[in-house]
């Protein structure tokens, strides 16, 4: 019960952070996309877990539960440290920022999308650790955090069209040497 609760209270920590952090990055340029992530969205989720988080769907293996717990704050980490180096170029998913910088160290070494990686590996941790219905989580942030890799895909190789196909050849999206 500590466990559910402290990553529970850690995800609400992050996500409100997360937000407040918002407020220190560049103006965006050109309008979101079509899916832009919200409040609402985080609150949805937590919502349909609360629902499908009953005794048949709670995590029961000591294993699992340490394996969950390494990935959720490893994930957390990461997509912290991502945002850190990021700076103030960070923006909502789909959004472009009045003068760009194309950010290619620290995490971005590894991939292309390290928050989105991040933010997926703890929701994976989530679903290994406490209970088991975080994967209807981890799988509609997936299919939204490709969708958005691929839209944000395009408008950097539009803002940067001689630096940005380049670094897109050499780094993977989201997982590194694999996708």
Do not use: C
Request: hydrophobic share 50%; aromatic share 14%; glycine share 8%.
């Amino acid at each position: 019960m500590a466990l559910r609760t402290s990553i529970l209270i850690a995800w609400a920590v992050f996500w409100v952070g997360w937000l407040l952090a918002a407020r220190w990055s560049k103006r965006a340029q050109r309008p979101r996309g079509r899916f832009p992530v919200s409040l609402r969205f985080v609150l949805v989720a937590l919502i349909v877990v609360r629902f499908l988080s009953g005794n048949g769907y709670t995590v029961h293996s000591g294993v699992l539960r340490v394996v969950g717990t390494v990935l959720f704050a490893g994930g957390l980490a990461l997509a912290i440290w991502a945002r850190v180096i990021l700076g103030r170029n960070w923006g909502t998913p789909m959004s472009l920022k009045e003068d760009p910088e194309l950010v290619t160290s620290g995490p971005y070494r590894l991939v292309r999308h390290p928050i989105y990686t991040g933010i997926l590996t703890a929701a994976l941790g989530t679903a290994l650790a406490v209970y088991f219905s975080w994967f209807i989580v981890f799988g509609v942030m997936g299919a939204y955090f490709v969708y958005s890799a691929h839209i944000e895909d395009g408008l950097m190789a539009d803002s940067f069209p001689s630096t940005y196909p380049e670094y897109r050849e050499h780094t993977k999206m989201l997982i590194p040497f694999v996708l």
